[in-house]
Each structure stands twice: as structure tokens, then as C-alpha cells.
């Protein structure tokens, strides 16, 4: 059997097994989108101004989400497609992100070819853990479209984040620190590097008594490439 046809197969049976053996109320469904003036992920610019959608649905600390990118002002921004398959408990989270974008190793930027030597896919694992007060996050390049370390081979690129919600002003503030631990052109380090410090505020903004918009700013820097970044955003959520 393909590969293809496995992972339709596996999302449907996932789908099926929500739908048929939980109670609605078990279930969190979630659609939303982002407008972003500028796509900044782990400190790497990605894009100008994007709109970002998001459709999950989660049955008891297991859920399946899409989250995808498309460039707004700019056309050749990157488009982009993550399926992430997770699970928490307490404080504790597992999860598997198939990312795909319109630029890798396929120049016919196929979505169903998986290729090893020819594929756009990008497969993630990650685990974290949720103190409270900080959290934690590992992430490491399975398969796919990797990066290579300083011999040329696949160098499993690895990202690290130590991040620290709390509230001030009335706001909702989000610090965050980065780091890239080996050698991987995934993340253009060459050795241990801190690729990502920012810092985050959202607000709610009520528009009427039934419906708000989250808003957000974040400056982001960057200290491996020596770049910064400054980006606001809005959140659409029913």
C-alpha cells in the first residue's frame, strides 16, 4: 500500500474514531485564522504579510490540527501546509508534525510525493513539558526534506525552546528563548547557536458584547543571523 494511501487511510480512521466513539461534548473542534504582517518562525523570516488558517479538532488530550501559510503582499512567499498529530496529559505533550511547503527538493512542488531523495515534506517530532510557570519544547527532524550537518549527512535538525507566559498591563505576554543545539543547514548554524529571543503581547479587543479580536505584537530577534524583527497580527476565530 502507498504511502499516500496510508496516511488518508489513518486520518480517516482517526476522524471515524472521534465521530463514532466520543460524546460531542468530549469534543473540541477548532477553526481560526491569523493575519500576520510578517511570517517569523523560529526566528527565520519566512514571508511578508500572510494570512495563516487553522482547523483542529481534540478528543481528550488527543487532537489532529492543519495550520497553513500563504503570502498576502507577496505571491512567491512560502505556502505552506503542517498536519500535526498530538497528545498531552497534565503537563506533558507528545506530537508528530508533517510540515510541507511549496519550496524543497521537488521542483514540481508534488504534495503526495514522499520521496526521500525528492520530497518537500518535512516530518517533526516533538516533546514538551508544561510547568506552570515556563515551559519546554524539543523538536527533531525525522524524515523528509532535513537538513545536512558538516559532513553531508542528514543531520536530524534539532530546535530547543524554553518559553514564560505572564501577564502585565493588562495584557498577555509570551517570552520565549531558542536555540539550535548542532551543526544543520535547516537552521543556517554551524554548531550550538541561540536562534530565536522574542517577546510577545496579545490583547483581546471587544468589538460587540458577543464577539472580540485578539490582537498581537511581537519583536523577535535573532542573534545567529543578527537579525531582528517587529510583527503584529490579528486572530479571526468564530
Known amino acids: 500500500m502507498g504511502k499516500k494511501k496510508k496516511s488518508v487511510i489513518l486520518t480517516l480512521c482517526l476522524m471515524a474514531f472521534m465521530s463514532g466513539s466520543a460524546q460531542e461534548k468530549d469534543v473540541e473542534a477548532t477553526v481560526a485564522a491569523d493575519i500576520v504582517s510578517q511570517y517569523i518562525w523560529r526566528g527565520q523570516d519566512l514571508g511578508h504579510v500572510s494570512f495563516q488558517p487553522t482547523l483542529g479538532v481534540g478528543f481528550k488530550g488527543l487532537s489532529l490540527t492543519a495550520w497553513g501559510n500563504v503570502g498576502i ?6 505556502k505552506e501546509i503542517d498536519l500535526t498529530l498530538a497528545y498531552s496529559t497534565g503537563g506533558f505533550n507528545i506530537g508528530l508534525t508533517d510540515y510541507w511547503t511549496d519550496e524543497g527538493l521537488d521542483p514540481c512542488n508534488r504534495y503526495f ?7 518537500n515534506h518535512v516530518f517533526e517530532a516533538n516533546v514538551g513539558y508544561d510547568f506552570g510557570v515556563a515551559s519546554v519544547q524539543w523538536f527533531t527532524n525525522l524524515a523528509g526534506n532535513d537538513g545536512v550537518n558538516e559532513s553531508g549527512k542528514r543531520a536530524y535538525s534539532s530546535y530547543m525552546e524554553v518559553a514564560a507566559p505572564f501577564r502585565l498591563g493588562g495584557l498577555d505576554w509570551n517570552a520565549a ?16 547557536a541561540v536562534t530565536n529571543v522574542s517577546l510577545q503581547a496579545t490583547k483581546d479587543i471587544a468589538i460587540t458584547e458577543r464577539f472580540s479580536l485578539p490582537v498581537f505584537a511581537a519583536v523577535c530577534a535573532n542573534p545567529r543571523s ?10 479571526l476565530q468564530p
Not at 177 to 192: L, R
Open 73 to 78: 503582499s507577496d505571491a512567491h512567499d512560502t
Open 177 to 192: 528563548i531558542g536555540i539550535v543545539p548542532y551543526t544543520t543547514d535547516f537552521y543556517d548554524v554551524e554548531g550550538f
Open 113 to 119: 510525493k514522499y520521496d526521500a531523495h525528492g520530497t
Open 226 to 235: 543578527q537579525k531582528a524583527y517587529f510583527a503584529f497580527g490579528f486572530t
